[in-house]
């Protein structure tokens, strides 16, 4: 079973702990990762796109010219597509572009994602992640003790007293904080460091193993 050390907020070893191999040492499975990413990436698509057609635009009830006899090419409707103000052809209409993808597909994708970071030695464990107070200065602190010097995704567990953390870290461009439940595939994926506290690790081994 894969191990890793437990560092604590200065940085200093606390202790070793073996993880799931089921989680963090699986062989990453690239399409799953690619399918989900997808699948996140269309989410965030509002589809809100409209034109009016020919049938939708105001006015052109009336012919322009009868039909015959002017000399002129034929003409319905002003409104017809050719027309300046006309309705448009074939243009975006509201739709849906959410995919499909199923359980054990999300979960193979977040299992690989996890087991790749690992294996890049860009995951790191700590015993806890909590403040007294919400500091920015003090939490760029403990990234360096922790060896972060790019990005980093930090994960806490619903049961971390983090809130002082979270206040602390949002004003950090390179940095976020989710809990392990709303931890997606995209998120891991877009920062070079994952920074898991204990209970973090314990709640995503226990919904993925």
């Given at each position: 079973?894969p191990?890793?050390?437990?560092?604590?907020?200065?940085?200093?070893?606390?202790?070793e702990?073996?993880?799931?191999?089921?989680v963090?040492?699986i062989?990453?499975?690239?399409?799953?990762?690619?399918?989900?990413?997808?699948?996140q990436?269309?989410s965030?698509r509002?589809?809100?796109?409209?034109v009016?057609?020919?049938?939708?635009?105001?006015?052109?009830?009336?012919?322009?010219?009868?039909?015959?006899?002017?000399?002129?090419?034929?003409?319905?409707?002003?409104?017809?597509?050719?027309?300046?103000?006309?309705?448009?052809?074939?243009?975006?209409?509201?739709?849906?572009?959410s995919?499909?993808?199923?359980?054990?597909?999300?979960?193979?994708?977040?299992?690989?994602v996890?087991?790749?970071?690992?294996?890049?030695?860009?995951?790191?464990?700590?015993?806890?992640?909590?403040?007294?107070?919400p500091?920015?200065?003090?939490?760029?602190?403990?990234?360096?003790?922790?060896?972060?010097?790019?990005?980093a995704?930090?994960?806490?567990a619903?049961?971390?007293?983090?809130?002082?953390?979270?206040?602390?870290?949002?004003?950090?461009?390179?940095?976020?904080?989710?809990?392990?439940?709303?931890?997606?595939?995209?998120?891991?994926?877009?920062?070079?460091?994952l920074?898991m506290?204990?209970?973090a690790?314990?709640?995503?081994?226990?919904?993925?193993?």
């Amino acid at each position: 079973m894969p191990k890793v050390t437990v560092l604590n907020q200065s940085g200093a070893n606390v202790k070793e702990v073996e993880l799931n191999e089921a989680v963090f040492g699986i062989e990453p499975h690239q399409q799953s990762v690619f399918d989900v990413v997808m699948m996140q990436r269309a989410s965030w698509r509002q589809g809100t796109h409209d034109v009016k057609n020919r049938r939708e635009v105001s006015g052109g009830g009336k012919k322009p010219w009868k039909q015959k006899g002017t000399g002129r090419a034929r003409q319905g409707s002003i409104r017809a597509p050719q027309w300046r103000g006309g309705g448009i052809v074939f243009g975006p209409t509201p739709r849906s572009y959410s995919l499909k993808v199923n359980r054990k597909v999300r979960r193979l994708a977040l299992k690989s994602v996890l087991s790749e970071k690992l294996a890049e030695q860009n995951l790191i464990v700590v015993d806890t992640f909590s403040f007294e107070a919400p500091k920015t200065k003090e939490f760029n602190k403990v990234l360096e003790a922790l060896s972060v010097a790019t990005s980093a995704l930090i994960v806490v567990a619903d049961t971390d007293d983090a809130y002082n953390a979270y206040l602390s870290a949002r004003n950090l461009a390179n940095v976020a904080m989710v809990t392990a439940d709303n931890m997606s595939v995209y998120d891991v994926l877009a920062f070079d460091k994952l920074v898991m506290t204990e209970a973090a690790i314990a709640q995503v081994e226990e919904v993925l193993a």
